[in-house]
């Protein structure tokens, strides 16, 4: 149940450890998925380990700090997929543009306004995770990296000003341009 909450799919071949309630025992569940579920899964744990790391205008990496494309841009070139420093670049990028409604854990997702010409992409993060309707959300914003659902600027200010999710072909198993 807390693997589905959390992120709505599977993975190839992974073993999920926590500690149970009674001391020295611990608890193993064993799932089994698509490449693009273990993808995910990876992407989201080492995105989770860059949470606090301070926002730095430019900042592509750890040590300097983040901004919102660069974090996106540091999360995805752990997984192998390179994106460019910039968000409206990310957002336009091959791939599957979806709903918040369809979005996954390991989407990207994308902030801004539209117009008679197109959108325009001011803010970039990743889905974190999706339960029912309550979504969270991985990025890097003027306090740092965080990641925002109920209560918080998510819920508050950035969730109105979503444009799309967006699923990269690699993260895609149902993309036939795989």
């Not at 994308?110 to 309550?134: A, C, L, M, P, Q």
């Not at 914003?141 to 072909?169: A, C, Q």
């Amino acid at each position: 149940k807390f693997y589905t909450r959390t992120y709505n799919d599977t993975i190839v071949f992974y073993k999920y450890t926590s500690t149970s309630t009674a001391p020295n025992e611990r608890i193993t569940f064993d799932f089994t998925g698509s490449k693009s579920d273990s993808l995910r899964w990876e992407l989201i744990k080492f995105a989770e380990k860059q949470d606090g790391i301070r926002y730095n205008y430019t900042g592509e990496k750890p040590e300097t700090g983040f901004d919102c494309s660069g974090f996106t841009k540091y999360v995805y070139s752990h997984i192998g997929i390179e994106l460019p420093h910039n968000a409206h670049k990310q957002s336009i990028l091959e791939g599957r543009n979806k709903s918040l409604d369809e979005a996954a854990p390991g989407d990207l997702i994308f902030f801004g306004s539209r117009g008679e010409n197109g959108h325009y992409t001011v803010h970039t993060g990743i889905v974190h995770t999706v339960y029912d309707k309550d979504i969270e959300v991985i990025h890097c914003v003027s306090g740092g990296v965080s990641i925002d659902g109920k209560n918080t600027s998510w819920e508050h200010y950035w969730k109105d000003r979503v444009l799309f999710v967006k699923t990269l072909p690699q993260l895609d198993y149902n993309a036939e341009y795989h």
